[in-house]
């Protein structure tokens, strides 16, 4: 019997690192420390912008970064870089994850595709009402889309806090709510808010399109190859004059779902340069690189590239651009406001009023309607209750409700009062949906220890 070869001794320094480097990994595979990350960060950018050091702050945002080649160039301020093309990324994950769900998972069923998308509306047009109800006068009204948006790098984060009591569906119909509500409230820019489209940007974004899907054709498996048609796409978007985290969901909805095609099934391939491997083992190092990069091709294709790629950027996302997107974004500057001009005062109640209360009652109204009416089911594991809590979460607006006051407001003061309804009303929001959740976990704990 052969007798296993004794463990080599390894330097202290490595011991060190290795533990270091499996501890982070097993916090990184926990979800819902990105959403405490996430709450960190934000409370930081508040503090921060809101300290004797606020200044600094607001100034490094604004530092200039750009890129130049061969003749091109093009420069814009850090928050630029963070906001329009980090997010990308996480739009790209999430837009991957739709589109998972919609091959063979809760989205493949047209009705239970409906309810997300009903609720959805329902989640624009009553916050959207509610604002209005306290902001027709003194045209404050242009403002009415401010509480539109869900904010989806919170709620996602928020809805992890709750742990994995949380059912996977509820998880994917949230994402599913928030992507649609972004994406409606995307067009209201391009509708309502935007002076007017550069047309030419669409031939720059569908030319990159067509390269993606042409590469796709070509059965180009090979993730980093597709940089350069995502920037086109991405850089087309931008010119159009639209929002240009857009991308990362047509990117992402564009992934494949099934394995690369080849003649022989992955699985096979890997036995077969895998023996290759082994047989070649021990000689010179130049004779196992050929089989080596062989299997490590096969093992690449043994996993759709839609759950190939998601799984390598996840952890990117969750506590690296996620963070630094709150951190960019959450330093709202609280003083400064007069309320006793221009019904400021009306601004920060109607945003407030319409995320906290609007919100819930617009994705409760439309997926009740939904189901009475047969356009959409509930999806498995989700309950009225779990509803009210994606409906509670929904209402964390943050950045493109933000984006969107800065769009709609030319007057300094209402637009530092909408600023402070969106601050207020997200965070009246989240923590009534962590409540609610807490209580709702808890109910169906005992409910299922009493069927047991």
């Known amino acids: 019997m052969r007798r296993p070869e004794p463990l080599r001794k390894l330097p202290r320094e490595q011991i060190i690192t290795q533990k270091f480097l499996e501890t982070f990994k097993r916090f990184t595979r926990i979800e819902a420390n990105s959403g405490v990350v996430l709450l960190i960060t934000a409370i930081v950018a508040l503090l921060w912008a809101n ?18 080649f061969a003749g091109f160039e093009f420069t814009q301020s850090l928050h630029f870089w963070i906001n329009d093309a980090l997010m990308t990324i996480f739009f790209l994950v999430v837009g991957m994850e739709i589109r998972y769900e919609m091959h063979g998972g809760l989205l493949s069923d047209i009705r239970q595709a409906g309810l997300p998308i009903s609720a959805a509306v329902g989640g624009v047009l009553v916050p959207s009402l509610i604002y209005l109800v306290f902001n ?30 949380i059912p996977h569906s509820l998880r994917i119909f949230l994402l599913a709510l928030a992507i649609i509500d972004d994406i409606i409230a995307v067009l209201i820019i391009a509708v309502f808010y935007t002076t007017g489209l550069d047309y030419s940007g669409f031939w720059i974004a569908g030319g990159g399109l067509l390269m993606v899907l042409a590469m796709q054709r070509m059965g180009i498996g090979f993730a980093w190859a597709y940089v350069v048609p995502g ?43 895998n023996r290759q491997l082994l047989s070649k083992y021990g000689a010179a190092p130049g004779d196992i690189l050929e089989p080596l990069e062989k299997l490590r091709l096969a093992q690449r294709d043994l996993l759709p590239p839609v759950i190939r790629v998601q799984a390598s950027l996840e952890a990117w996302v ?8 709150a951190l960019a974004n959450a330093g709202i500057s609280l003083g400064g ?21 609007g919100k819930p009652a617009g994705v409760m109204a439309a997926s009740w309607l939904a189901i009475r009416t047969g356009i959409g089911k509930l999806p498995k594991g989700v309950t009225p209750s779990g509803l009210l809590l994606i409906g509670l979460f929904a209402g964390v607006g943050f950045t493109m409700s933000i984006f969107i006051s800065m769009l709609a ?40 220890e009493e069927a047991a």
């Open 318 to 325: 969750a506590f690296l651009i996620m963070p630094l997107f």
């Open 337 to 357: 406001i007069d309320f006793s001009q221009a019904g400021a005062s009306w601004a920060t109640i109607g945003v407030a009023l319409a995320l906290v209360v």
């Open 231 to 273: 920037f086109i796409v991405w850089f087309g978007v931008l010119t159009t004059g639209i929002h240009p985290t857009l991308t990362g969901v047509l990117l992402g909805l564009m992934t494949p779902v099934v394995q690369r095609r080849s003649r022989v099934k992955p699985i096979n391939m890997v036995t077969r340069f």
């Open 409 to 448: 407001f030319t007057d300094t003061n209402l637009l530092n009062a909408a600023k402070l309804g969106v601050l207020l009303g997200s965070f009246a929001a989240g923590a009534l949906g962590l409540a609610w959740g807490w209580v709702w976990l808890r109910m169906n704990k005992k409910n299922a």
């Open 136 to 165: 027709l006068e003194g045209g404050r009204h242009v403002g009415w889309a401010v509480p539109a948006a869900t904010d989806i790098a919170f709620a996602v984060g928020l809805l992890a806090l709750l742990g994995r009591g």
């Open 51 to 68: 300290s004797p050091w606020a200044s600094s702050y607001h100034h490094l945002w604004e530092i200039p970064l750009g890129i130049s």
